[in-house]
């Protein structure tokens, strides 16, 4: 990883037709975005408010990984399911208020669990992504052993 500690990610959006448009960032596969249905967008598309829970999301999962191995941590499986929360705030307006994550990860034996107990909250607690909003993060979590 590199020492540097400011880095920069360019993404780019363009206006294509009605509420949709194309985003883009160098290197990446292109993503048509629009606006949700309930604020006059079509269904079958990503929406800020979806993009806003997946980067929380998979950010929480992409600190896991490292703190896990990391702490030499040997899991058969990781899946976590974000719940964003959209409301109407007083003297705000609309605003994302929580996001809840549902983590479940599968471990091979039973003397383990708190380990990965402490793990899944170390990673909340790091994520940069949770850690550079405004919006209150909770975590979920269930260990299952195989």
């Not at 490292?66 to 941590?73: M, T």
Request: hydrophobic share 40%; aromatic share 8%.
């Amino acid at each position: 990883m590199s020492q540097e500690t400011t880095h920069f990610y360019d993404v780019e959006v363009e206006w294509t037709k009605e509420k949709i448009g194309t985003l883009t960032s160098e290197g990446l596969p292109l993503m048509e975005v629009a606006a949700p249905v309930e604020f006059g967008g079509q269904a079958g598309f990503w929406t800020p408010e979806h993009l806003y829970a997946a980067s929380v999301n998979s950010c929480f999962m992409s600190t896991f990984l490292a703190i896990a191995n990391n702490s030499k941590l040997e899991f058969k499986g990781f899946y976590s399911k974000a719940t964003a929360k959209l409301e109407k705030v007083e003297g705000i307006g609309l605003q994302i208020t929580e996001i809840t994550l549902r983590a479940k990860v599968v471990i091979n034996q039973e003397s383990d669990l708190e380990k990965t107990q402490r793990i899944l909250e170390k990673a909340k607690k790091n994520c940069l992504v949770s850690n550079s909003i405004k919006t209150i993060v909770s975590l979920e979590s269930k260990i299952e052993i195989s």
